[in-house]
C-alpha cells in the first residue's frame, strides 16, 4: 500500500489504521477512540520529535485529543505514569494486554525508552521526567495558538479554487508563519508526509528570479507557480 | 551579592558581569561583544532547557544577537561544531586558552556534553545534533514572533503608572499568552528570576475569589491586585 501510493510506511500504516477504525466507528456508532498513550510514551515523543528536528509543535508531543476525520482519538492517560498505571492494575489484579512491539528492541523508540530516558536522572542530578513534561505542555500551547494565527492568514489568503495568492504569501512575517501557512495548505489539501522541507520546497516557487515553477511533493503531488498564485496538483489518476 | 540582592547565583553573576562588561565598553567605546559558543554548547542548552521544562524560548537555545542595556551580545560561531573550530586552531597553528570551569566534570553541563550527548547517535542509529539544532532554530522563530505578539498586547495593557489592567489581562487568550504577557511586564521592570512560577503566581491575583491579593518575588519584590489592575513594588530601599 505504501509503496503503491508512494508514501511513507508510517504515513500508509496511519491511513490504513484510520480506514479500519472509521469502519468500525460507522458500525458501532461510536466516535471516540481511547488510546492508552501514558507520560512515558510522550516523554518518548518528544525526545524523538527533537533528535529529528522537529520545531514547537512536534516538541509540543501528542495531544489529549484529535480529530482524524469523523473520529476523535482521546489519550485519557497521558499525563499518568507507567508506573501509576503498573501499580493500580496490581492493586486491583486486572489482566492487560503487553503490545508485542514494545519488546521489539530494535526499534529507536525502545532505544530512547531503555537507554536514553533510564539515564537523564543522573545526567542531570533528578528526575527530568516532569519537566520534560511541562515544557512540552508549553509547546503545545504556543503550537496551538500560532495554529489559531495561521488559520486566520490561511483564510485571507487561500483563493476559491484553493490556490494562494503570490503577494499575500510574501506579505507574510516572519518565515516561521510563512511556513506555518504553507503546511496548512498542504495539509488541507492532503498532501501526505509533508514536514518542514516539503514546505521549504514550496517557499522555493516564491522566487521567481532562481526559484523553480515546479517542484514535486509526496504522495506523487506537485506545487506549480503561475499566474501570481501557487497551485497543487494531485496525483494523476486520484 | 546573590545573598545580599536575594538574587540566584546565576543571575548575580550575570549582573556583576554585565556591570564588568559595561564599564569596559564605555572605557573603550565598544559595545559589541563577541562570545565563542559554538553549536555543540548549543545542544548542550537546548537539552538542558528541555529538561528544565522550559518552552519555546527556551529550547530555542541562545541567540545569535542579544542586547544587554547598551551592550550587544553576538554569537557568531553559533552554527559551528566545535570539531571546526578545533581544526581551524590546528591548520593554522593558532593560540587559544580553555576556559577552565570547562574542565570540572561536576556540573551538568558536563555531564550533558560527556555523557548524554555522545550516547545519541546510538539511541537514534545517527548523529541527531544537526536535528536539534534546527529544532531549537524553529523554536526560536516561533518564539520571536511570539514576543512580537506580547509586545503589542503589552502596549494595550499597561498603564502610564506602569501597571498591568486586570480586564486587558484577563481577556487575552490563550492561557500561554496571558503567561508571556505577565513575563515580560515582569521582565519590563527588571524583577530578577522570574520564569514559569513566577507567572503562574502572578496570575493567581486574577482569581478575585480564591486568589491572594498580594504575591512575593524573587529579589523582595512583590505583586498586588488592587482597584482593577495588578501592582508592582520594587523592593524596599531600591
Given at each position: 500500500?505504501?509503496?503503491?501510493?508512494k508514501?511513507?510506511v508510517?504515513?500508509?500504516?496511519?491511513?490504513?489504521?484510520?480506514?479500519f477504525?472509521?469502519?468500525?466507528?460507522?458500525?458501532?456508532r461510536?466516535?471516540?477512540?481511547?488510546?492508552?498513550?501514558?507520560?512515558?510514551?510522550q516523554?518518548?515523543?518528544?525526545?524523538?520529535?527533537?533528535?529529528?528536528?522537529?520545531?514547537?509543535?512536534?516538541?509540543?508531543g501528542?495531544?489529549?485529543?484529535?480529530?482524524?476525520?469523523k473520529?476523535?482519538?482521546?489519550?485519557p492517560?497521558l499525563?499518568?505514569?507507567?508506573?501509576?498505571?503498573?501499580?493500580?492494575?496490581?492493586?486491583?489484579?486486572?489482566?492487560?494486554?503487553?503490545?508485542?512491539s514494545?519488546?521489539?528492541?530494535?526499534h529507536?523508540?525502545?532505544?530512547?525508552?531503555?537507554?536514553l530516558v533510564?539515564?537523564?536522572?543522573?545526567?542531570?542530578g533528578r528526575?527530568?521526567?516532569?519537566?520534560?513534561?511541562?515544557?512540552?505542555?508549553?509547546?503545545?500551547e504556543?503550537a496551538?495558538?500560532?495554529?489559531?494565527?495561521?488559520d486566520?492568514l490561511?483564510?485571507?489568503?487561500?483563493?476559491?479554487s484553493?490556490?494562494?495568492?503570490?503577494?499575500?504569501?510574501e506579505?507574510?512575517?516572519?518565515?516561521?508563519?510563512?511556513?506555518?501557512?504553507?503546511?496548512?495548505?498542504?495539509?488541507?489539501?492532503?498532501?501526505?508526509?509533508?514536514g518542514?522541507?516539503?514546505?521549504?520546497?514550496?517557499?522555493?516557487?516564491?522566487?521567481?528570479?532562481?526559484?523553480?515553477?515546479?517542484?514535486?511533493l509526496?504522495?506523487?503531488?506537485?506545487?506549480?507557480?503561475?499566474?501570481g498564485?501557487?497551485?497543487?496538483?494531485a496525483?494523476k489518476?486520484?
Amino acid at each position: 500500500y505504501a509503496k503503491s501510493m508512494k508514501l511513507s510506511v508510517e504515513t500508509a500504516a496511519r491511513d490504513l489504521r484510520h480506514g479500519f477504525f472509521s469502519v468500525k466507528a460507522k458500525n458501532l456508532r461510536c466516535y471516540q477512540i481511547l488510546i492508552a498513550h501514558h507520560a512515558d510514551d510522550q516523554i518518548e515523543t518528544v525526545l524523538m520529535n527533537l533528535c529529528r528536528g522537529s520545531g514547537t509543535t512536534g516538541l509540543g508531543g501528542m495531544k489529549r485529543e484529535a480529530k482524524m476525520g469523523k473520529l476523535t482519538i482521546i489519550r485519557p492517560l497521558l499525563n499518568v505514569w507507567r508506573s501509576e498505571i503498573d501499580a493500580y492494575i496490581e492493586e486491583r489484579g486486572l489482566k492487560f494486554r503487553e503490545d508485542a512491539s514494545n519488546a521489539t528492541s530494535e526499534h529507536v523508540r525502545n532505544r530512547v525508552r531503555n537507554d536514553l530516558v533510564p539515564n537523564l536522572p543522573e545526567v542531570f542530578g533528578r528526575d527530568p521526567r516532569e519537566a520534560i513534561l511541562r515544557a512540552a505542555q508549553l509547546c503545545r500551547e504556543d503550537a496551538e495558538f500560532l495554529g489559531m494565527v495561521v488559520d486566520n492568514l490561511y483564510r485571507m489568503t487561500v483563493t476559491k479554487s484553493g490556490a494562494l495568492r503570490f503577494a499575500k504569501v510574501e506579505s507574510v512575517e516572519p518565515i516561521s508563519l510563512k511556513r506555518r501557512l504553507i503546511q496548512r495548505w498542504l495539509n488541507e489539501n492532503e498532501v501526505p508526509d509533508c514536514g518542514f522541507a516539503e514546505a521549504e520546497r514550496v517557499l522555493s516557487l516564491m522566487d521567481i528570479e532562481n526559484g523553480p515553477a515546479k517542484v514535486n511533493l509526496p504522495g506523487d503531488w506537485h506545487a506549480r507557480r503561475r499566474a501570481g498564485s501557487l497551485f497543487l496538483e494531485a496525483p494523476k489518476g486520484s
